[in-house]
């Protein structure tokens, strides 16, 4: 079967560093997407990774390795802003999105 | 209307009646999507349309229909609501069927609760 796999919850200090790990089992790959979800709210496009390597979008980026199955998402200098829920999805060999089932990120001050 | 818009915003229905949940887009993407989100679970794809006219069904499709008459409306109907359905649905948009580095665009939901 298909399995997207991420911590369910992770806390972090406001002006730190903080990685989200995912992990993926998928019947094909084409491509990775991270996408970032406020409480009560939908889902907005933070990052996508097709190839291996590191991909730098400002205070964010993610990172791809296909032979292992795993993507991180780094998020640095942290504001209160960025408590939310982080989404690991996979798109399949049926170019259809496989979902984790998210990553809630608390900011501490 | 600007992205995805979705309606109504929230809904509490009885079991057994029949409802339509309504979303527009206007961004003339080729792709919609409608998902389901439980807590605890990933987005969990309910039907989808790759272009006006044509729909497919994703890993939920029971219970639910779809219909693409054109570019902009994408409407989920549930013929007859069960308890298990309850659950916040978005509608989501996306060009070229989700190729390449197209993202998906959501709207903002629709929570329906079924009692």
């Known amino acids: 079967g298909q399995n997207i796999d991420q911590p369910t919850e992770m806390t972090a200090t406001e002006g730190a560093i903080v990685q989200i790990n995912c992990t993926y089992q998928?019947?094909?790959?084409?491509?990775l997407f991270w996408y970032q979800q406020h409480a009560g709210e939908a889902p907005t496009f933070l990052s996508y990774?097709?190839l291996d390597g590191l991909e730098e979008k400002g205070r964010f980026s993610s990172f791809l390795s296909r032979s292992k199955g795993y993507s991180y998402l780094l998020l640095k200098e942290l504001q209160m802003k960025d408590s939310a829920s982080y989404l690991c999805?996979?798109?399949?060999?049926?170019?259809?999105?496989?979902w984790g089932a998210g990553t809630k990120l608390i900011i501490k001050p | 209307i600007a992205g995805i818009t979705q309606a109504p915003t929230s809904q509490i229905l009885a079991a057994g009646r029949r409802m339509t949940l309504r979303c527009t887009q206007d961004?003339?993407?080729?792709?919609m999507y409608w998902y389901r989100q439980d807590l605890g679970l990933g987005l969990r794809l309910i039907h989808y349309?790759?272009?006006?006219?044509?729909?497919g069904k994703g890993e939920v499709p029971d219970g639910y229909s779809v219909s693409r008459a054109n570019t902009d409306d994408f409407p989920l109907t549930l013929a007859s609501a069960v308890p298990s359905q309850t659950s916040v649905y978005f509608c989501?948009?996306?060009?070229?069927?989700?190729?390449?580095?197209?993202?998906?665009?959501f709207g903002p939901g629709t929570r329906l609760t079924v009692l």
């Open positions: 989501a948009s996306s060009d070229s069927s989700g190729t390449g580095d197209n993202e998906q665009f």
């Open positions: 961004m003339r993407h080729n792709a």
């Open positions: 349309s790759n272009t006006a006219g044509t729909t």
């Open positions: 998928t019947s094909g790959f084409n491509g």
């Open positions: 990774n097709v």
């Open positions: 999805a996979v798109r399949d060999s049926n170019y259809q999105l496989i």
